[in-house]
């Protein structure tokens, strides 16, 4: 029997296209009464879903979804997926690593580059036709030290980029890594002081939030740069917006916020900041390989066969 999947939230192209060819697909809606009006009317039916890291699956959708047995999930970070509610009710769960790690950290270093080198208020500048006017001097990252908060896959694939602008790279997670040589802190606090760009790259929750905080902050100081594309909950975001507003760190460049997709007002105005719309993840070839693995994984649970991606 063909299983009900539903899609809760932004797919790449090439998934409903497909899950559409093997399934019977709901779409959820955009607006809450028209989505509120799907689930009471299949929602019991529903036995697959397919979702995004960042939309994620609430808790009050995973309860009107009795029959749940399988959620595939677009992206990496499962902080928005309510994994331990799902796991204790044994619904399986995939999740897309490895195909978008490359993207990452390839957007790791443009925010790095782009925020020191001052790019985006320089384009801005050329487009209202005030050349170098109020621009100032950029400042340089070669030969610098990078601090990592996270060394995982992305972690290190942004480390070996780092590597080819002679950077000094070390890094901070609960425990070091035997197989790396970069220099390894048992705080974020000594890390930030050993750093002239802070990149945050854990993946969220609760062990995690709040984590990069005033005294972090202070430690990065003046000189440093704090670049966050693993999630915005982990930075205290009132306290970086201080820290920006009283030159006590130089600079911010943030894939992700705190409240997506609402973007303080304060950050907005500030020249030394880099806004992105949490598309660290967002080239057609990282999305169609992340979208195809959302459809592999509920293809192979509804054939009988493992998860290729399991959490
Ligand atoms: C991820 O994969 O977790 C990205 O941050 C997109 O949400």
């Known amino acids: ?53 960042a939309q994620g699956l609430p808790l009050e959708l995973l309860d009107q979804l009795p029959g749940l047995e399988v959620v595939a999930s677009s992206g990496i970070g499962t902080d928005a997926l309510n994994l331990n509610a799902a796991k204790a009710r044994g619904i399986h769960v995939a999740v897309t690593p490895d195909v ?8 790791g270093i443009a925010l790095m580059l782009a925020v020191s080198r001052k790019l985006c208020m320089a384009e801005r500048n050329v ?5 170098l006017k109020g621009l100032g001097l950029g400042y340089r990252v070669t030969g610098k030290r990078l601090g990592i908060l ?17 950077m000094s790279i070390a890094y ?25 760009f802070l990149m945050i790259i854990v993946p969220g929750g609760p062990a995690t939030d709040g984590m990069v905080n005033r005294e972090v902050l202070d430690a990065l100081g003046p000189d440093g740069t704090l670049i966050n594309i693993g999630r915005g909950a982990t930075v205290d975001e009132p306290e970086l917006i201080r820290a920006l507003a009283e030159g006590r760190i130089r600079g911010a460049a943030l894939d992700v916020l705190a409240n997506e997709p609402h973007v303080p007002e304060a950050l907005l105005t500030m020249d030394n900041v880099v806004l992105q719309p949490h598309f660290a993840s967002g080239t057609e070839e990282c999305r169609a390989e992340m979208g195809q693995l959302v459809v592999d994984n509920l293809r192979a649970h509804f054939d009988g066969k493992p998860l290729l991606t399991p959490v």
Do not use: C
């Open 1 to 53: 029997m063909t299983a009900d999947i539903l899609v809760a939230g932004r797919m790449p192209a090439n998934v409903i296209p497909q899950l559409d060819q093997h399934f019977h697909l709901h779409v959820l809606p955009t607006d809450k009464a028209s989505a509120d009006a799907m689930i009471r009317e299949v929602g019991t039916r529903i036995r697959g879903v397919a979702t995004n890291a």
């Open 100 to 107: 978008l790690t490359n993207d990452v950290a390839d957007a």
């Open 127 to 131: 487009r209202a036709g005030r050349w």
């Open 150 to 166: 996270g060394l995982g896959r992305i972690g290190r694939a942004v480390a070996k980029r780092a590597e080819a602008f002679d």
């Open 172 to 196: 901070h997670q609960r425990t070091p890594n035997p197989d790396v040589s970069y220099r390894y802190h048992d705080s974020l606090l000594s890390l930030a002081a050993d750093s002239d």
